[in-house]
C-alpha cells in the first residue's frame, strides 16, 4: 500500500502537517515506481487511493477484515501507524 498524496482534510485542519519532514531521497523515487509496477508480478497487489497516506488505508483495510473476524497484524516501521 503507497502513499498517493496528504489528504486534503488533514492539511485543510492542521497547514503545518507534515511541514518539517524531509522529502524522499531522490535516489528512492525510481525504486518506489519500479516497486509499484512489478510487485503485482509477485502476488500482492499494489494499492493506493489518491490524497490518501498509506497508513490510513491500511487502517481502513484493517478495520473491513476485522469487521469479518479476520484478525489483523499490521507489520511496520512507519510511526505514524499508530494514530
Known amino acids: 500500500i503507497w502513499d498517493c498524496g496528504l489528504p486534503e482534510r488533514r492539511t485543510e485542519l492542521q497547514p503545518a502537517y507534515k511541514q518539517n519532514?524531509?522529502?524522499?531521497?531522490?535516489?528512492?523515487?525510481p525504486q518506489e515506481e519500479w516497486l509499484q509496477?512489478?510487485?503485482p508480478a509477485f502476488g500482492p497487489a499494489s494499492l493506493f487511493l489518491e490524497?490518501?497516506?498509506?497508513?490510513d488505508l491500511i487502517a481502513s483495510y484493517a478495520r473491513a477484515a476485522e469487521k469479518t473476524g479476520m484478525e489483523t497484524i499490521i507489520?511496520?516501521?512507519?510511526?505514524?501507524?499508530?494514530?
Open 21 to 29: 519532514r524531509p522529502p524522499m531521497p531522490d535516489t528512492m523515487r
Open 37 to 39: 509496477t512489478h510487485v
Open 51 to 55: 490524497n490518501t497516506e498509506a497508513d
Open 75 to 83: 507489520a511496520t516501521n512507519d510511526k505514524d501507524i499508530l494514530q
